[in-house]
């Protein structure tokens, strides 16, 4: 019989790949995840503890996870998405809207319309340099019918904002606040930003897999002692996770709260040096972000998607491309580890670029929206198309999402505004690709 996934997960490995991508284990040759083996693959058998009702190891294991004296962590073995919908459907009852970043994940619409809450949508700034969403905008909005807030720090792109002082602004008004951490895992270590932990954020959800040595769907979700509807958000994450938690997991997010424990990071930016100089002695352009273990490479005569070809024929594989950049995210180097650290090196010295700068047309930035708004969760029983010029104060049926950079700008749930209009109509103009949009029409709900 054919196994599809597992042959082509072997003709893969056989060509030594280098990962400049999720997860942090890079192919398991950061930290040490050689104990995982089928023989650990168990259920809740005596003397192993249960996850939804920890008394004994992992109850034990998830107190070592001891990132801030204010927080108690939880394992989450359905990733961080399991964590941002327990969260935000602990505050289904409560009077009030939710209020947040535009650019949340995709889970926190889906935890909104599971719970039927509307939301209130800040006003959030894009970054010149990435075109991307970067920081949410407080200034100057009536927050006092809020319940909770939810920003994403850092973005996917590794670009952080005042993250202490936008919590501040949500306390002012008896807010709480989740934090989608889910790309800081690593965060407080020396040499890298500092994680909400240290702002008294109410809730903390990070992505242990994407930047630490853990496995796939493994996150961790870090509750405030002092945490409005705590322990409801407890219970909830026995509803959001799977009744048989993996032990393999949760195993990998103990081994990756040790690494982090005992990592030093002098190592890390001394690899770093040396490959960010490879890369611009490879005539290629790189941007550094407010996370050192992001980095945007580019080349002025290719866009995102053509260096991304040109790098994976190579064998090095990337996070993203859009259409100026591509992403990697760095190794954790250390000094134990077994990260092809000269092929690296050698296999960026053989990508081929144009070796003379020429003159181009300079590439238009996607503008993405940057206004205020309201969601109103998209239980529609009717939708239709309808020419986006003739949509305004129509409730959008779906997103409208902008390639590059590939995040939903336009959000189902809202009401279309005449500037939304205009900004299709630039998009239009530019030629971008636009996810939602079909022959100059969009799906709205049937008034």
């Known amino acids: 019989m054919e196994k599809p996934l597992y042959e082509r997960l072997e003709e893969w490995s056989k060509t030594q790949p280098i990962s400049m991508h999720v997860p942090g284990h890079k192919n398991q040759t950061i930290g040490d995840l050689s104990f ?35 927080y108690d962590a939880f394992f989450l073995v359905n990733g ?13 009852e409560q009077s009030g809207q939710v209020v947040m970043a535009r650019n949340v994940h995709k889970s926190v619409f889906n935890a909104l319309d599971l719970g039927a809450q509307q939301a209130v949508i800040l006003p959030t700034e894009v970054d010149r340099r990435t075109a991307q969403y970067s920081a949410p905008n407080l200034r100057h909005l009536d927050l006092e019918n809020g319940k909770l807030g939810v920003v994403t720090y850092p973005n996917y792109y590794g670009q952080t904002f005042n993250i202490d002082e936008t919590i501040k602004q949500f306390h002012q008004h008896n807010i709480p606040v989740l934090v989608d951490e889910a790309h800081g895992a690593h965060f407080d270590l020396e040499g890298f930003p500092q994680s909400a932990l240290n702002c008294n954020a109410d809730f903390v959800v990070q992505s242990f897999h994407k930047t630490l040595p853990s496995l796939t769907m493994s996150s961790v979700l870090f509750i405030h002692k002092a945490a409005p509807q705590r322990e409801k958000v407890i219970a909830l994450l026995g509803t959001f996770q799977s009744s048989s938690p993996s032990y393999l997991l949760m195993a990998s997010l103990e081994a990756a709260n040790a690494f982090y424990q005992s990592y030093e990071s002098t190592h890390f930016f001394e690899q770093r040096a040396q490959v960010l100089a490879t890369l611009r002695q490879s005539k290629l352009h ?5 996370d050192p273990l992001k980095v945007l490479i580019a080349h002025p005569n290719l866009a995102g998607y053509e260096l991304q070809k040109r790098m994976e024929e190579l064998g090095i594989y990337v996070e993203l491309a859009d259409e100026s950049y591509v992403l990697w995210i760095l190794p954790l180097w250390h000094e134990s580890d077994v990260f092809p650290f000269e092929l690296l090196l050698q296999r960026i010295a053989q990508i081929e670029v144009p070796q003379e700068e020429r003159e181009t047309e300079a590439v238009v930035s996607p503008k993405l929206y940057t206004g205020g708004g309201n969601y109103i969760p998209s239980s529609f029983e009717k939708d239709i198309w309808l020419p986006y010029h003739k949509a305004e104060n129509r409730i959008l049926a779906q997103h409208l999402i902008l390639y ?12 279309v505004s005449l500037s939304m209009i205009e900004l299709i109509d630039y998009w239009c103009q530019k030629g971008f690709r636009i996810e939602g949009l079909s022959e100059g029409k969009i799906k709205v709900k049937d008034d």
């Open 36 to 70: 995982l083996t089928g023989r650990y693959d168990i259920t809740e058998i005596s003397g192993f503890d249960d996850l939804h009702h920890p008394e004994g190891l992992l109850k034990q294991s998830m107190a070592n996870v001891n990132r801030h004296p204010d």
């Open 80 to 92: 961080t998405t399991s964590g941002i919908l327990a969260t935000i459907h602990a505050f289904q």
């Open 286 to 290: 790189v941007l550094e972000v407010d």
């Open 404 to 415: 590059p950079p590939g995040v939903p700008s336009l959000l189902k749930g809202e009401q």
